[in-house]
């Protein structure tokens, strides 16, 4: 029953800024953790950011460029991303999940694509 969609991916030429959005439906719940992974061409998944009450996480290859921020209220995410990279071109999976039951979903992916 849970839903989770991301928006905001496209074409952007390497030095731009997209912003992603993952919304939730279908609970009226929050989630403990919500974040962003990635995957390239031939590459494995790889975490991006996540963000919690707690914790904010970033990977190495983002941090200074990227920042996640969450509107609890609506089980929201977001990530802003700043000079973006070739490296960058990946499919961005958002993921949602609670702690209580280990309940983990995930979006179906937008499209980042950076050329140079």
Do not use: H
Request: aromatic share 10%; proline share 1%.
């Amino acid at each position: 029953q849970v839903q989770l969609v991301e928006s905001g991916g496209g074409l952007v030429q390497a030095g731009g800024s997209l912003r992603l959005s993952c919304a939730t439906s279908g609970s009226n719940l929050s989630f403990n953790e919500m974040g962003w992974y990635r995957q390239a061409p031939g590459k494995q998944r790889e975490m991006v950011a996540t963000k919690t009450t707690l914790m904010t996480n970033y990977a190495d290859s983002v941090k200074g460029r990227f920042t996640i921020s969450r509107d609890n209220a609506k089980n929201t995410v977001y990530l802003q991303m700043n000079s973006l990279k070739a490296e960058d071109t990946a499919v961005y999976y958002c993921y949602a999940r609670r702690w209580s039951n280990t309940a983990t979903y995930w979006g179906k992916g937008t499209q980042v694509t950076v050329s140079s």
